[in-house]
């Protein structure tokens, strides 16, 4: 109970902390215009997401059809990301963290993205209710491409919580890392429904510095916090 408080409350912060990202011309009218600025995570957040990802991790199945899914009562958290190559595996593999969340590897999309899919991820994202988010990995290099958008419209038209995560940070100069980060950002607030307001970093920079692993630690922190915030709030609330 006292995490699921921490979550709540997280989640409270995260949108009462600033108005930077809301503008408005009559203070009755207010216009979102990108994410706001999330707070830094507390020392007993951190010190709860590094707990539940220090628990044992444990392979549960694979599966090629919906109605082979386990029958679990833990929360569910997915991981996706585009491919472009095809042949890649179409089976949604399933993961016990520590007895409280279950973790689903899901197949990349993107090349012939329904074709080599089939009906089985769409069919999970519709039918899971186990499922509390889908953590899309975006490649800021790529930037935001049709498939991810289609990927998006879907999530949102079955009103399921998702959130994004850049990947490949060190492939790009900060500056353009940036631009990228913002572009994407951008779309997202305009288009995108049931996107988590945070977009989520992982890697290190292309310029290495001597602070890189705090920064990777502390950034990864955040993406392990995520689960826990996702997972917590759906059992809490």
Same mark, same amino acid.
Request: proline residues 5%.
């Given at each position: 109970?006292?995490?699921?408080?921490?979550?709540?409350?997280?989640?409270?912060?995260?949108?009462?902390?600033?108005?930077?990202?809301?503008? #408005?011309?009559?203070?009755?009218?207010?216009?979102? /215009?990108?994410?706001?600025?999330?707070?830094?995570?507390?020392?007993?957040?951190?010190?709860?997401?590094?707990?539940?990802?220090?628990?044992?991790?444990?392979?549960?199945? =694979?599966?090629?059809?919906?109605?082979?899914?386990?029958?679990?009562?833990?929360?569910?958290?997915?991981? &996706?990301?585009?491919?472009? &190559?095809?042949?890649?595996?179409?089976?949604?593999?399933?993961?016990?963290?520590?007895?409280?969340? #279950?973790?689903?590897?899901?197949?990349?999309?993107?090349? @012939?993205?329904?074709?080599?899919?089939?009906?089985?991820?769409?069919?999970?994202? =519709?039918?899971?209710?186990?499922?509390?988010?889908?953590?899309?990995?975006?490649?800021?290099?790529?930037?935001?491409?049709?498939?991810?958008?289609?990927?998006?419209?879907? !999530?949102?038209?079955?009103?399921?919580?998702?959130?994004?995560?850049?990947?490949?940070?060190?492939?790009? =100069?900060?500056?353009?890392?940036?631009?990228?980060? !913002?572009?994407?950002? @951008?779309?997202? &607030?305009?288009?995108?429904?049931?996107?988590?307001?945070?977009?989520? &970093?992982?890697?290190?920079?292309? #310029?290495?510095?001597?602070?890189?692993?705090?920064?990777?630690?502390?950034?990864? =922190? @955040?993406?392990?916090?995520?689960?826990?915030?996702?997972? /917590?709030?759906?059992?809490?609330?």
């Amino acid at each position: 109970m006292a995490l699921a408080k921490r979550a709540f409350h997280s989640t409270c912060q995260l949108l009462k902390r600033s108005t930077d990202h809301l503008v #408005t011309k009559d203070n009755k009218k207010f216009q979102l /215009v990108s994410f706001p600025e999330p707070p830094p995570l507390l020392p007993s957040q951190v010190a709860d997401a590094n707990k539940l990802f220090a628990r044992p991790v444990s392979f549960i199945q =694979s599966i090629s059809q919906v109605d082979q899914a386990p029958d679990l009562t833990n929360p569910e958290v997915a991981f &996706v990301g585009r491919s472009n &190559v095809g042949g890649h595996t179409k089976l949604l593999n399933f993961f016990d963290i520590g007895g409280q969340v #279950t973790l689903v590897d899901m197949p990349g999309y993107g090349y @012939k993205s329904k074709e080599e899919w089939g009906e089985l991820i769409l069919e999970y994202l =519709s039918s899971r209710k186990q499922l509390k988010r889908l953590f899309l990995l975006l490649d800021p290099v790529a930037g935001l491409k049709e498939t991810d958008q289609q990927l998006m419209s879907h !999530l949102d038209k079955q009103a399921l919580s998702y959130q994004v995560i850049l990947t490949k940070r060190d492939r790009l =100069s900060q500056e353009a890392f940036k631009e990228s980060r !913002l572009a994407i950002e @951008k779309y997202l &607030v305009e288009h995108a429904i049931c996107c988590y307001p945070q977009v989520l &970093v992982t890697g290190k920079r292309r #310029t290495s510095k001597s602070n890189d692993n705090a920064m990777v630690a502390e950034e990864m =922190s @955040k993406v392990k916090w995520a689960i826990v915030n996702a997972t /917590v709030l759906g059992i809490f609330l």
